[in-house]
């Protein structure tokens, strides 16, 4: 079991960056897939991206494109989403999540049930 903890959420002005870390800890030792999920309140959690187990695929949603990046160092077992032009629509609590499936078979149709360990969120709050 692997677990998550995110941070480096915050304030940010529309036009800003934040950049947000996902910290793993226990069972890290093969590669894994993970994405960054986002849920709005009243919303429902939707994909943001997905990074391969050694990073060197990578896959956005289209509302992030050439937006945000995502980017994995392994040897600190840390996966980060670098959010740049944010915008206010982007305001969610963001989580970060491990998949066990192969990075193909989650890109076809990214969701939330093909990852299997979360962390607790972090917020990001854009002001209109």
């Known amino acids: 079991q692997v677990q998550l903890v995110e941070s480096g959420g915050g304030l940010a002005q529309a036009g800003g960056s934040l950049r947000l870390s996902c910290a793993a800890s226990?069972?890290?030792?093969?590669?894994?897939?993970t994405g960054w999920f986002r849920q709005a309140p009243g919303k429902e959690r939707e994909f943001v991206a997905v990074?391969?187990?050694?990073?060197?695929?990578?896959t956005y949603a289209d509302s992030v494109k050439g937006r945000f990046t995502i980017s994995r160092d392994n040897a600190k077992n840390t996966v980060y989403l670098q959010m740049n032009s944010l915008k206010p629509e982007d305001t969610a609590a963001y989580y970060c999540?491990?998949?066990?499936?192969?990075?193909?078979?989650?890109?076809?149709?990214?969701?939330?049930?093909?990852?299997?360990?979360w962390g607790q969120g972090t917020q990001v709050i854009v002001p209109s």
């Open positions: 999540a491990a998949s066990y499936r192969s990075y193909t078979d989650i890109t076809y149709r990214p969701t939330s049930a093909g990852f299997g360990s």
């Open positions: 226990g069972r890290t030792d093969s590669s894994y897939v």
């Open positions: 990074i391969s187990g050694g990073g060197g695929r990578t």
